[in-house]
């Protein structure tokens, strides 16, 4: 609803008839005073006239204002979201164990260990031999470590005497079978630190012991893994078959 806010109180006056010639002139003098409308100007409309014009114009003047229209801000991106969106780096294994070769196994009873699938390397010898395929160094270093533990027994008992010490013996060992390996086939340790590879599978091999208790293989007088019986000496070979050891003579 409107609300006119200037109350119109003189009646407005009767103007002569004018000829048709006066009508575009009074329309021209209309349009002049819309111009004019709010200026001081010395030659100001009749009071009758000055009053249409505030009328009119205080009535639209009541209409209501235009609302702006909001301004829509642009979406906020967590950065947490946009960072889930970012490939992630790979994780780095600083494990001393060998992981870049999957596929074996461990456990706390027999087998206790089950190499990964057999792979193979192509071997280049010396002295103009024809090439051959031989099991790479991963999967000659696992099988050795499968045949041992297939006598976990051995380790307890001396037959296994090579071990005898723990993790310096076991070490010194597993180095020296790369070395060796490496010697006889000279191709073969191409990218390969015969000291670190060596240290890597001595590590999984103490794992395997490490998991396995002495008391699985009967009364012992002795309480912890396998690998803690080699640390603390382990057991002379045997002189008769099938002698006991000292630590089964509970």
């Given at each position: ?186 191709s073969m340790g191409q990218g390969i ?14 794992k395997v012991l490490s998991g396995v208790q002495v008391s699985q293989f009967g ?32």
């Amino acid at each position: 609803m409107i609300t006119a806010t200037n109350t119109l109180t003189t009646p407005p006056a009767e103007l002569p008839p004018t000829s048709t010639a006066s009508t575009s002139a009074a329309a021209t003098s209309f349009a002049d005073q819309l111009a004019t409308v709010g200026e001081n100007s010395p030659s100001a409309p009749a009071v009758q006239q000055d009053s249409f014009l505030q009328y009119f114009l205080g009535a639209a003047s009541t209409t209501a204002p235009s609302v702006p229209t909001p301004s829509i801000p642009d979406p906020v991106v967590s950065t947490a979201a946009a960072a889930s969106t970012s490939p992630t780096a790979p994780s780095v294994h600083t494990s001393d164990v060998p992981l870049d070769t999957p596929g074996y196994s461990i456990s706390s009873t027999a087998p206790y260990f089950t190499p990964a699938p057999d792979q193979y390397t192509t071997v280049t010898p010396t002295g103009g031999m024809i090439p051959f395929q031989a099991d790479s160094m991963d999967s000659y270093l696992q099988k050795f470590i499968g045949q041992s533990v297939s006598d976990m027994y051995g380790f307890i008992s001396g037959t296994q005497g090579w071990a005898n010490g723990g993790a310096g013996a076991i070490t010194d060992n597993f180095v020296s079978m790369v070395q060796q390996r490496i010697t006889a086939y000279p191709s073969m340790g191409q990218g390969i630190d015969p000291q670190a590879m060596g240290t890597q599978y001595a590590n999984l091999f103490m794992k395997v012991l490490s998991g396995v208790q002495v008391s699985q293989f009967g009364a012992a007088n002795f309480s912890g893994s396998v690998l803690d019986f080699l640390n603390q000496g382990g057991s002379p070979e045997p002189t008769v078959l099938n002698q006991a050891p000292a630590v089964m003579n509970a």
